[in-house]
């Protein structure tokens, strides 16, 4: 297939592109490298541009035959979508609307769209599953919500076919070591705890112990990258089969919740092999983060046939340590 990936520079879009080149597509990344990198872009042609760019766009599908579209170009911190609303709603919001009615013009008919358990917002039961209901409480949220329910109208009006994927917490690296996790500024916890054991950083520090949960801290349910992209490739393959078709909504997550501790806990151990240690500091709570947070991703294994194969953690923080001692230089 010739697949366009939207944001392919960025930490989920990268792994995409190695594993869709992998698997013999062609593939064209058009990515603004306003939080991607260049060297992880290293499958496919790299276009750099902004989906703000209607002419771009227009050029790009004059001169690809494009069979699909995956888009990983967004904001995503929640707090800064809660002090400055406009960009959240216009790069998430109104530039993919520019994108999908690019591919309207263009009859491109298959969408696969990162989506967020933010969409949820306080959680009503766990795990969270697709009949949950979506209120989200950040602009973050809210914004990945409207396209997802712009796509049910662009599905029904246009016949554009997607699948919305609600990510859990994305986490892990390449497990060849090719590539992995890089945001500036870093706020994700794995990533955070392995600089504070290579000594990128001094510490790490608990955001709160007093969460109703066993150990106090909060629950998170930690998908493997490669997990994640696999369920993309799949949700690909279900629309352009003809197998599914309209606009669909996945929870994508292991359904296994692991405490902040746990998590700790786990790349203490990996760490030390290498004689490693942490220090961790104590912290006051983050505004917004709910106590328990974990996927019921059954609904992807049924109908596209989805199976993590990285679920354990240790694998996890383990690929992700290997990624961090490249960064790291140790
Ligand atoms: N967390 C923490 N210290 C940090 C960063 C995160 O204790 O320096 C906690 C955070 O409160 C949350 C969990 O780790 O409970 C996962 O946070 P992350 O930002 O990685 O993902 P989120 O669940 O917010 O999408």
Do not use: M, S
């Given at each position: 297939m010739n697949i366009l990936i939207i944001g392919g520079a960025g930490y989920i879009g990268s792994h995409m592109l190695k594993q869709l080149s992998k698997a013999g597509n062609q593939v064209v990344v058009l990515d603004n490298l306003s939080t991607g990198f260049?060297?992880?872009?290293?499958?496919g042609q790299l276009v750099v541009g902004d989906l703000a760019d209607t002419p771009l766009l227009e050029r790009l599908f004059c001169e690809h035959q494009f069979d699909a579209v995956m888009h990983f170009a967004a904001c995503s911190l929640v707090g800064e979508s809660v002090n400055d609303p406009g960009k959240y709603y216009r790069n998430n919001v109104s530039n993919t609307l520019n994108l999908l009615d690019v591919m309207v013009r263009h009859h491109v008919r298959h969408f696969i769209f990162s989506s967020t358990a933010a969409t949820f917002g306080e959680p009503e039961y766990t795990p969270i599953d697709e009949a949950h209901p979506q209120a989200p409480i950040n602009p973050y949220g809210a914004s990945k919500l409207m396209v997802e329910r712009a796509l049910q109208d662009y599905a029904t009006a246009y016949g554009l076919n997607s699948v919305s994927l609600r990510y859990f917490n994305a986490c892990g690296a390449d497990p060849e070591g090719e590539i992995g996790e890089c945001h500036d500024p870093e706020t994700h916890l794995i990533p955070l705890i392995l600089q504070a054991a290579s000594g990128r950083r001094e510490s790490i520090t608990v955001?709160?112990?007093?969460?109703?949960?066993e150990d106090g801290t909060c629950i998170r349910d930690y998908i493997h990258i490669e997990d994640l992209c696999s369920a993309h490739a799949l949700a690909l393959q279900a629309l352009v089969s003809g197998e599914k078709s309209g606009a669909l909504g996945f929870n994508l997550g292991n359904g296994l919740g692991y405490s902040v501790q746990a998590v700790i806990d786990a790349v203490k151990e990996v760490v030390l092999q290498d004689g490693c240690h942490l220090i961790i500091e104590e912290g006051q709570r983050r505004v917004g983060d709910p106590a328990k947070l974990v996927a019921d991703a059954s609904r992807a294994k049924q109908e596209l046939g989805w199976l993590p194969e990285y679920a354990d953690l240790t694998t996890i923080i383990q690929h992700a340590w290997a990624w961090e001692k490249k960064l790291a230089k140790m």
């Open positions: 260049r060297e992880l872009a290293c499958y955001f709160g112990r007093d969460y109703p949960t």
